[in-house]
């Protein structure tokens, strides 16, 4: 499995996600319709850790807890598993110490002494929370720095922060997919390769919209986050992209999932891909493996663009 270069150490090409594991407020049930627990997601766990993706990203505010919990049942007592988790600054409340009281929470539950990225979930404050990240890496607790849904000026406002105590950002992660490029066209993927920092790519399948299993004929469960932002209408302007996508698909012996993955790797990004079915880990073992010509690309990103649909989160802020 190729593998990609972090600061000192090396981490998987692809990262999982856990967003839609358990239930709760921001959580599977919510965002996705789904309602899973430990039962049905252990098999999945199991089967991603043997093929060796053992890079899961995760958040406090998934099910406030419910994402942590479960994985946690998984990782407690292991020491082959990397964990990416994340302090969103809206958990706060008054304290001025809550990046550190909210990853001991997190920690806890997640069963290890330390988070291998952690990330700030948005630039809600990026002065006041980025520099508390800097007692947690001095000490160990937090291996790698990393800032999610921040735009340039605030990424490089981050980076210099930690950089007057001699540390690094290591990790941008922004919502980036075929049909959402904006952190590229911001400059954000091109400063992250100048300076070393790895981008991680989050919806890189838009929630399902790009897996081919939706369209306006079959849409997604009424009343989650998915199903509003792509409502039967919006699949259908999907359909001339997809058709291009099954097509490039065909050459690789590959699905429509798999060459949307496949296409965030070859923009040089590191994309999460949640997984709550085990053949989920069949489509990242596959992506993994694709080469994308530079034609194909280009045929892509053209039908992408012709779709005109880019939808962004409620949470997202223009980059």
Request: hydrophobic content about 40%; proline content about 3%.
């Amino acid at each position: 499995m190729k593998m990609v270069k972090m600061q000192n150490e090396t981490i998987p090409s692809i990262a999982l996600g856990t967003w839609s594991w358990g239930t709760g407020a921001s959580g599977g049930d919510a965002i996705f319709g789904n309602n899973l627990s430990s039962t049905e997601l252990k098999p999945v766990f199991d089967s991603a850790m043997d093929a060796g993706f053992n890079l899961w990203d995760t958040a406090a505010v998934y099910g406030m807890g419910a994402s942590e919990n479960i994985l946690g049942s998984f990782t407690k007592g292991r020491n082959d598993v990397l964990i990416s988790a994340k302090f969103t600054p809206q958990m706060a409340g008054g304290s001025d110490n809550a990046v550190e009281e909210l990853l001991v929470e997190s920690l806890s539950r997640l069963g290890t002494d330390h988070a291998d990225i952690y990330w700030i979930h948005n630039p809600a404050d990026v002065k006041k929370w980025t520099q508390k990240l800097i007692p947690l890496m001095k000490s160990g607790k937090v291996k790698h720095a990393g800032v999610s849904n921040h735009n340039l000026q605030e990424i490089k406002l981050a980076a210099s922060i930690l950089a007057e105590e001699g540390l690094n950002i290591s990790a941008v992660q922004n919502h980036y997919s075929l049909l959402y490029r904006s952190s590229e066209e911001a400059g954000i993927i091109d400063y992250c390769n100048e300076n070393e920092i790895v981008f991680f790519s989050y919806m890189v399948l838009e929630q399902g919209a790009l897996t081919d299993k939706y369209s306006a004929q079959q849409p997604f469960p009424s009343g989650t986050r998915r199903g509003e932002a792509f409502d039967p209408n919006t699949l259908s302007k999907l359909e001339s992209l997809i058709r291009v996508m099954r097509t490039i698909g065909g050459k690789h012996n590959a699905s429509t999932a798999q060459i949307a993955t496949a296409w965030s790797m070859a923009k040089g990004t590191v994309p999460i891909i949640g997984v709550t079915k085990l053949s989920h880990i069949e489509d990242v073992i596959k992506a993994a493996e694709i080469q994308l010509t530079v034609e194909e690309i280009n045929k892509l990103e053209t039908a992408a663009k012709e779709t005109g649909v880019e939808i962004r989160g409620s949470w997202e802020n223009p980059m």
